[in-house]
Each structure stands twice: as structure tokens, then as C-alpha cells.
């Protein structure tokens, strides 16, 4: 498969709305050739039951819709919506 059909992003917003943020956690941490995989484990690695990162994670998903990258802020809204 190429690397635009094994996109972690792709599938990001499905398996949050079916409560699987673990099985994300694994995609990106299996998406070594991925430019965003740094950040994206990061981010995945916080714990959003608690208030201080659910604001952060809304914050920067307001910061990601600034810069016009769509698809990314709308995956980590669900992410803090579904935790």
C-alpha cells in the first residue's frame, strides 16, 4: 500500500466517534514515515479527562483552524468531544 492509503488522518475521525482513541494511539505510533507523527503521539499521550488538557486540546485545535489545516482541527475536536 502507498502512503497516502495507510494515512493515519484518514481514518482518525472514525474511530473516535466510535470511541477507539487507543486504536488511533497505535496508527500513529505504527506511522513512522508520517511528518506529523512527533506531535500527533505527543498530543495523544496527555491525559483529556482532566480540564487543563481537554482547553488545551480545544486551543489548539482553534490554532490548527487558523492556519486553514481542516482536517486536523476537526480530528482533534472528536478527540476531546468523544474523551
Not at 14 to 27: E, I, S, T
Request: proline letters at 1%; one cysteine or more.
Amino acid at each position: 500500500m502507498s502512503g497516502d492509503a495507510r494515512d493515519p488522518t484518514a481514518c482518525c475521525l472514525l474511530y473516535f466517534a466510535l470511541g477507539k482513541a487507543k486504536l488511533v494511539h497505535g496508527l500513529w505510533r505504527q506511522a513512522s514515515w508520517h511528518k506529523e507523527q512527533g506531535a500527533m503521539l505527543k498530543f495523544l499521550s496527555n491525559d483529556f479527562t482532566t480540564e487543563r488538557w481537554k482547553t488545551a486540546a480545544l486551543k489548539n485545535a482553534f490554532a490548527l483552524m487558523g492556519k486553514q489545516r481542516f482536517g486536523t482541527h476537526l480530528v482533534r475536536f472528536c478527540f476531546v468531544m468523544v474523551v
